[in-house]
């Protein structure tokens, strides 16, 4: 087990495989496990500047596929949750996300309540495909501003 463990970090390890390991960060970072995918598109790209933009598509795909896949648990997870009673707060909050509709997936990038709408949208039972574009969109604008603004604004980088 610990052969296979050190090959997988190997196998992701940055910078030699950083686009693969950005990926699987990205994705698993929009799933609802608290993880943050910034850092490690920063690195690769602090490390390796020519990789910005592929950095960033990758992170990109990563993260959506991620959101795609919080999307479709929580449209499994409806009949469940339908069996639970709901609290006045909940149905104000989720007849806003279904007035706002599959245009909310843009919000996908915020932090804390990004991945929970994703898979608000899933249970919602919001059109899929337009709600995997808003996330495409919402999450490319975040790598891409926030990879940015480290690179080009803090090339020092921040130091709390």
């Known amino acids: 087990m610990e052969v296979w463990i050190e090959h997988l970090l190997a196998l992701l390890a940055l910078p030699k495989f950083g686009l693969g390991a950005v990926f699987v960060i990205s994705f698993v ?21 020519a ?14 596929l991620g959101g795609a896949l919080t999307w479709a648990m929580g449209y499994g997870a409806h009949q469940v949750v339908d069996r639970v009673g709901h609290r006045a707060s909940h149905v104000k ?15 996908s990038w915020l932090p804390a309540v990004g991945d929970p709408l994703c898979g608000i949208a899933g249970w919602l039972r ?35």
């Open 93 to 107: 909050a989720l007849e806003w996300l279904q007035r706002l509709g599959p245009k909310a997936c843009l919000l």
């Open 51 to 64: 990789l910005f933009w592929p950095a960033i598509v990758v992170a990109t795909v990563g993260n959506t």
């Open 29 to 49: 970072s929009a799933t609802l496990l608290p993880m943050g995918s910034e850092p490690a598109v920063f690195g690769l790209v602090k490390l390796n500047p």
């Open 126 to 160: 919001l059109p899929f495909w337009p709600c995997v574009a808003y996330m495409c969109i919402g999450k490319f604008l975040r790598y891409t501003i926030m990879t940015a603004l480290l690179l080009w604004v803090f090339p020092g980088g921040l130091h709390w």
